[in-house]
C-alpha cells in the first residue's frame, strides 16, 4: 500500500495542491504560514517522488525502507552482493523502479546544488559591475558618510532609471538604488524603499526562493513548479512590505511602488519586452497593500502549521518505517 | 580596495586609452589626496582583470592596461540584468517592484488616489 500512497501523494502535491493554493485567499492574510505550507508541499512532494519507486521496489525484503534495506544489507555481508542481486523475491522491475528513485533523488538534490552555484555566481558578476559604477547613498545625498554596516550597505547607481533592489550575499549584502529614484522620491518615500528591501535581507527571502527556482529548473514540465516559485516570490514581497508598514506609512510605500512601476512600464514599452505570464503578476500583493486584509486566526494559523508538519512527517514515517 | 578600484577604472575609461601602472597611479594622484603605491595598483589591476573588467597588453614592457568595455557598457550590462527578462532574475535579485507588472502602475496610482479620499 505504501508505495501507492506515496505515489498518489507525489501526483497530488505536484498538481491540484498548489492551483487550489495559488487560488486561495487566505495566504493573503498569513503569508508567513502560506510560505511555511509551499515549503511543506515542497518537500513532501520531493520526498515521496523519490521514496515511491523505492519503497515499491524494497517491498519483498520487508516493511518500509528502513526494514527492507537493513535485510539486504544482512544479505549482503552475510553472503555477498551477487546473492543480493541474484535474490528470487526481487520483482522483475524491482532493481529498475530503486534505479529510477536514486535518479530522481540525484536529479532533485544535484539541481539544488547547481541553482545555488549558479545563483551565487550570478549575483556576484552582478556585484562586481554594481561596484565600479556605484557610490555610497551618503555620499550621493550630499551627506557626510556615517558608519555603515560591515555585512550591509546602500549603493547609488548613476542612472536615471527608477531602481531599487537587493543583492544578499553570505557576509557582504548590498541594497542598489539609481540615482533616478533618489532624486524622484521623497525623503520618507525612499526610507520605506530601503526597509523593505533590508526586510528580505534579514529575513533571508533568498534562500526560500532559492529552493523554489531549483525545484522549478529540476521539473520544469509541471506547471506547478512555476505556479509555487511565483506564490513564493510574492508572498516573501508581502512580508516585505508588512515589515515595512510597522515603521513607515503606507502612503509612502504605495507612492514609491507607483513611481516605480510607472518608470518601469515606460522602460517596458520602448524595449517592447513583455512578460510571459498568463494571469496577473502581483495582484495579490498590491490587493494586500491597498486593501489590508484582516489576518487569520490564530486557530486557522495553527491549522496550517500543523497541516505543514504532516505532510512532512506523514510520508517521512510511513515510507521508513 | 573598492574604492580604488573605482579609480582606477574611471582612470582608465577617462584616458580612453591603454595604460600602465604607472600612468594609472600618477593620474589618480592627481585627481585625489593621496597617490597610491605602484604596487597596489597593479594588485588591483590583476583583480579587475581576473573579474573581466580590464585587458592587459603584456606584449612588450612596460605592460599597458585598458577597459574591456566603456562605461556606457558596463550601464548596459547592468540595466539588462535589472530590467531584462532573464528567466532567474527573480532568483538573483530581489527589486522592489517584484513580480508586479508593469503594466498595473495605472491601478496601483488609482487605489493610492481613492485611498487619500
Redesign the interface.
Known amino acids: 500500500m505504501t508505495p501507492y500512497v506515496l505515489a498518489l501523494l507525489a501526483f497530488v502535491l505536484a498538481w491540484p495542491v498548489p492551483i487550489v493554493l495559488q487560488k486561495a485567499k487566505w495566504p493573503s492574510r498569513a503569508p508567513g504560514a502560506a510560505l511555511v505550507l509551499w515549503q511543506a508541499v515542497g518537500l513532501s512532494g520531493g520526498l515521496s517522488l523519490v521514496a515511491a519507486p523505492l519503497c515499491w521496489g524494497l517491498q519483498p525484503f520487508g516493511t518500509g525502507l528502513l526494514g527492507a534495506t537493513r535485510e539486504l544489507w544482512n544479505l549482503w555481508i552475510s553472503q555477498g552482493a551477487a546473492t543480493v542481486l541474484l535474490d528470487p523475491r526481487w520483482h522483475p522491475l524491482g532493481l529498475p523502479a530503486i534505479t529510477l528513485g536514486l535518479l530522481l533523488f540525484g536529479h532533485l538534490s544535484l539541481m539544488l546544488f547547481h ?1 545555488t552555484f ?2 551565487f555566481r ?2 556576484r558578476r ?1 556585484k ?6 556605484a557610490a555610497s547613498l551618503d555620499g550621493a545625498q550630499g551627506k557626510s558618510p556615517k558608519h555603515r554596516s560591515s555585512t550591509h550597505s546602500t549603493l547609488v ?1 548613476p ?1 536615471d ?1 527608477l ?6 550575499g553570505i557576509n557582504q549584502s548590498i541594497t542598489v538604488v539609481s540615482q533616478g529614484l533618489v532624486r524622484q522620491l521623497s525623503q520618507p518615500q525612499l526610507s520605506a ?1 530601503l526597509a ?2 533590508s526586510a ?1 535581507l534579514t529575513q533571508r ?2 534562500l526560500l ?2 529552493a523554489f ?1 531549483a525545484w522549478q529548473k529540476a521539473v520544469p514540465w509541471l506547471p506547478a513548479t512555476s505556479v509555487a ?2 506564490e513564493v ?2 508572498l ?2 508581502i512580508l ?1 512590505d508588512r515589515s515595512t508598514l510597522v515603521h513607515h506609512e503606507r ?1 509612502n510605500l ?5 513611481h ?3 518608470a ?2 515606460h ?2 514599452d520602448a ?1 517592447e ?1 513583455t ?3 498568463n494571469h ?4 495579490r ?2 490587493s494586500c497593500l ?1 486593501n489590508q486584509p484582516r489576518p487569520l486566526s490564530l486557530g486557522n494559523i495553527l491549522v496550517v502549521f500543523a497541516s505543514s508538519l504532516m505532510l512532512v512527517i506523514i510520508p517521512a514515517i510511513i515510507s521508513i518505517v | 580596495m573598492g574604492e580604488l578600484e573605482q579609480s582606477i577604472m574611471n582612470t582608465l575609461w577617462q584616458a580612453a586609452m591603454p595604460l600602465t601602472s604607472n600612468e594609472v597611479r600618477d593620474r589618480i594622484g592627481q585627481q585625489q589626496k593621496s597617490t597610491p603605491a605602484v604596487t597596489t595598483v597593479l594588485t588591483v589591476l590583476g583583480r579587475l582583470h581576473k573579474k573581466g573588467f580590464v585587458i592587459k597588453n603584456d606584449s612588450h614592457r612596460p605592460h599597458k592596461f585598458s577597459a574591456t568595455m566603456t562605461r556606457e557598457e558596463h550601464s548596459v550590462q547592468l540595466l539588462n540584468d535589472v530590467l531584462g527578462s532573464a528567466v532567474d532574475k527573480h532568483a538573483v535579485l530581489a527589486s522592489f517592484i517584484g513580480s508586479i507588472d508593469p503594466a498595473d502602475a495605472a491601478k496601483v496610482q488609482q487605489m493610492l488616489n481613492s485611498k487619500k479620499k
Do not use: F, M, W
Open positions: 541553482t549558479i545563483t550570478e549575483r552582478h562586481n559591475y554594481v561596484a565600479l559604477l547607481l542612472v532609471h531602481l531599487a533592489y537587493c543583492l544578499p524603499v523593505h528591501e528580505h527571502h533568498d526562493r532559492l527556482h516559485v511565483h516570490t510574492e516573501t514581497e516585505a502612503q504605495i507612492a514609491a511602488l507607483s516605480t512601476l510607472l518601469n512600464k522602460a517596458e524595449s519586452t512578460t510571459q505570464q496577473r503578476p502581483g495582484a500583493r498590491i491597498v
